[in-house]
C-alpha cells in the first residue's frame, strides 16, 4: 500500500468566475497533496486567463469533456447554482468525489438525489461550508464541547452587509440561474456556523420572509463579482437582498437567521449560542466573547484563539484530504449537514411566498 503523503490528488475545477480564482484554485494549490490539473468555463478566454495565471494546463469550455479526458479524482463545482445539480451528478459519474460550492442544491429533493447517487457510487459528496473551520469558530466549538454553554436552547446567527451585492447583472442576482440571492448565498454560511455549534440538530418547521428592496434600486453594490454590470447597462436584480428566518429544532432549541447583501444597518457577521450555563458570541477574528454567572457575579470576558495562518477554506480542503485518506480524524460536511442547511433554505423561502410556517418533512 502506497504511503498517503505522497500521494498527488488530481483536482479540475468547474468555473473559472472571481469567486474561484480568489478561492477554489488558490486553496487547493496551498497544499502540497493537491495539484489542479485542469479548468473548465464556457467563457474560453476567461478559462486560459485563469489556467495561465495559476500554471493549470487543462482548459476546457465543456464539463463533460473535460471529465471524460483528464479522468480528475477530484471536481470542484463552483458554477452558477442551477448547475450544481447535473454537474455534480456527471462527476460522480466520472468516478470523482466531489467538492460543491453552496448551496448543494436548490431543492432538498434534488440534494437527496445527488447524495444517494454519491452513496451508490462510493464517491465523498461535500459542499463548500468553510467558515467553520476558523480558528475563532474551532475554539467556540471546544468551549461547547467541554460544556461551557450546558444546553443550548437558542441561537442566532447574522452576516449583514451594508454594500455587499455581488456581480450585479451577473447570475449572481438573476433568479433563473442563483435560485436566490442573499440567503443562498451568504445565508449557508451563517446557518452552518450555528448550526454546527449546536452540534446539527434536525429542523422541524420554518417561517421566514424575503425581501428586495435596495438591489432593485441600484442600491448595495459590492466591489466583486463575475461579469459585473452597472444596472444603468440593463443588468438584472430579481432575487433577495435580505432574509431572514426562524427554525425549530427537534432539540427543543430555536435558531434565528439574518442575513442581507444589502441593509441601511451596520454590517454584522456574528453567531450568537445561548445554553442554560453560558453563552457565547463568534464575531471577532481573533477571539470568542464568552458569558456566565459565577457565584452570583455575570462574568464576561474573552478567549483568545491564536492567529489563523491559513484561510478557513485552506483547512477545509485539507481536512478533505485527510478524510479522502483515511484519516479518522478529519472532519468534513456531512450528507446528513448538507442536506438539512438546503431543507432549511427551501423552507425559509416557502415560508416567505406563502406567508406561513413551513413543516418540514422528516
Given at each position: 500500500?502506497?504511503?498517503?503523503?505522497s500521494?498527488?490528488?488530481r483536482?479540475?475545477?468547474i468555473?473559472?468566475?472571481?469567486?474561484?480564482?480568489?478561492?477554489h484554485?488558490?486553496?487547493?494549490?496551498?497544499?502540497?497533496?493537491?495539484?489542479?490539473?485542469?479548468?473548465?468555463?464556457?467563457?474560453?478566454?476567461?478559462?486560459?486567463?485563469?489556467?495561465?495565471?495559476?500554471?493549470?494546463?487543462?482548459?476546457?469550455?465543456?464539463?463533460?469533456?473535460?471529465?471524460?479526458?483528464?479522468?480528475?479524482e477530484?471536481?470542484?463545482?463552483?458554477t452558477?447554482?442551477?448547475?450544481?445539480?447535473?454537474?455534480?451528478?456527471?462527476?460522480?459519474?466520472?468516478?470523482a468525489?466531489?467538492?460543491?460550492?453552496k448551496?448543494l442544491?436548490?431543492?432538498?429533493?434534488?440534494?437527496?438525489?445527488?447524495l444517494?447517487?454519491?452513496?451508490?457510487?462510493?464517491?465523498?459528496?461535500?459542499?463548500?461550508?468553510?467558515?467553520?473551520?476558523?480558528?475563532?469558530?474551532?475554539?467556540a466549538?471546544?468551549?461547547?464541547?467541554g460544556?461551557?454553554?450546558?444546553?443550548?436552547y437558542?441561537?442566532?446567527?447574522?452576516?449583514?452587509?451594508?454594500?455587499?451585492?455581488?456581480?450585479?447583472?451577473?447570475w449572481?442576482?438573476?433568479?433563473?440561474?442563483?435560485?436566490?440571492?442573499?440567503?443562498?448565498?451568504?445565508?449557508?454560511?451563517?446557518l452552518d456556523?450555528?448550526?454546527?455549534?449546536?452540534?446539527?440538530?434536525q429542523?422541524?418547521?420554518?417561517?421566514?420572509?424575503?425581501y428586495?428592496?435596495?438591489?432593485?434600486?441600484?442600491?448595495?453594490?459590492?466591489?466583486?463579482?463575475?461579469?459585473?454590470?452597472a444596472?444603468?447597462?440593463?443588468?438584472?436584480?430579481?432575487?433577495?437582498?435580505?432574509?431572514?428566518?426562524?427554525?425549530?429544532?427537534?432539540?427543543?432549541?430555536?435558531?434565528?437567521?439574518?442575513?442581507?447583501?444589502a441593509?441601511?444597518?451596520?454590517?454584522?457577521?456574528?453567531?450568537?449560542?445561548?445554553?442554560?450555563?453560558?453563552?457565547?458570541?463568534?464575531?471577532h477574528?481573533?477571539s470568542?466573547?464568552?458569558?456566565?454567572?459565577?457565584?452570583?457575579?455575570?462574568?464576561?470576558?474573552?478567549?483568545?484563539?491564536?492567529?489563523?495562518?491559513?484561510?478557513?477554506y485552506?483547512?477545509?480542503?485539507?481536512?478533505?484530504?485527510?478524510?479522502?485518506?483515511?484519516?479518522?480524524?478529519?472532519?468534513?460536511?456531512?450528507?446528513?449537514?448538507?442536506?438539512?442547511?438546503?431543507?432549511?433554505?427551501?423552507?425559509?423561502?416557502r415560508s416567505?411566498?406563502?406567508?406561513?410556517?413551513?413543516v418540514?418533512?422528516?
Open positions: 500500500m502506497s504511503d498517503p503523503s500521494r498527488i490528488w483536482v479540475a475545477v468555473g473559472a468566475g472571481a469567486v474561484v480564482q480568489r478561492s484554485i488558490p486553496n487547493f494549490q496551498a497544499l502540497p497533496n493537491a495539484k489542479v490539473v485542469a479548468v473548465c468555463d464556457i467563457n474560453p478566454e476567461r478559462a486560459r486567463q485563469v489556467a495561465q495565471a495559476a500554471g493549470i494546463p487543462g482548459v476546457y469550455t465543456d464539463y463533460q469533456t473535460l471529465l471524460a479526458e483528464v479522468r480528475p477530484i471536481v470542484v463545482v463552483a452558477p447554482n442551477i448547475f450544481h445539480k447535473p454537474m455534480t451528478l456527471a462527476a460522480l459519474e466520472a468516478g468525489h466531489v467538492l460543491c460550492e448551496p442544491a436548490l431543492t432538498a429533493a434534488d440534494a437527496v438525489e445527488m444517494e447517487r454519491a452513496r451508490e457510487v462510493g464517491r465523498v459528496l461535500t459542499v463548500g461550508t468553510h467558515y467553520r473551520w476558523s480558528a475563532p469558530m474551532r475554539a466549538k471546544a468551549h461547547i464541547d460544556g461551557f454553554c450546558g444546553e443550548i437558542a441561537a442566532r446567527t447574522v452576516w449583514h452587509r451594508r454594500a455587499g451585492i455581488p456581480g450585479f447583472g451577473s449572481f442576482t438573476r433568479q433563473e440561474l442563483a435560485g436566490g440571492g442573499a440567503l443562498l448565498d451568504i445565508g449557508i454560511h451563517a456556523r450555528a448550526l454546527y455549534l449546536m452540534g446539527y440538530p429542523p422541524l418547521t420554518v417561517t421566514g420572509a424575503t428586495a428592496k435596495l438591489g432593485p434600486q441600484g442600491l448595495g453594490m459590492g466591489g466583486w463579482g463575475a461579469d459585473r454590470l444596472p444603468e447597462a440593463g443588468g438584472r436584480f430579481d432575487v433577495d437582498d435580505l432574509a431572514w428566518g426562524m427554525v425549530r429544532l427537534d432539540s427543543g432549541a430555536v435558531l434565528i437567521l439574518q442575513v442581507s447583501w441593509v441601511h444597518m451596520a454590517p454584522e457577521f456574528v453567531t450568537e449560542i445561548f445554553g442554560d450555563r453560558g453563552g457565547l458570541r463568534v464575531g477574528p481573533n470568542v466573547e464568552l458569558f456566565t454567572t459565577q457565584h452570583g457575579q455575570l462574568i464576561t470576558g474573552e478567549s483568545q484563539v491564536p492567529r489563523q495562518e491559513e484561510s478557513s485552506t483547512a477545509m480542503v485539507r481536512d478533505l484530504l485527510r478524510y479522502l485518506e483515511g484519516d479518522t480524524s478529519a472532519r468534513i460536511i456531512t450528507p446528513e449537514e448538507a442536506l438539512n442547511a438546503v431543507r432549511i433554505i427551501e423552507g425559509i423561502q416567505a411566498e406563502s406567508g406561513r410556517e413551513v418540514l418533512a422528516r
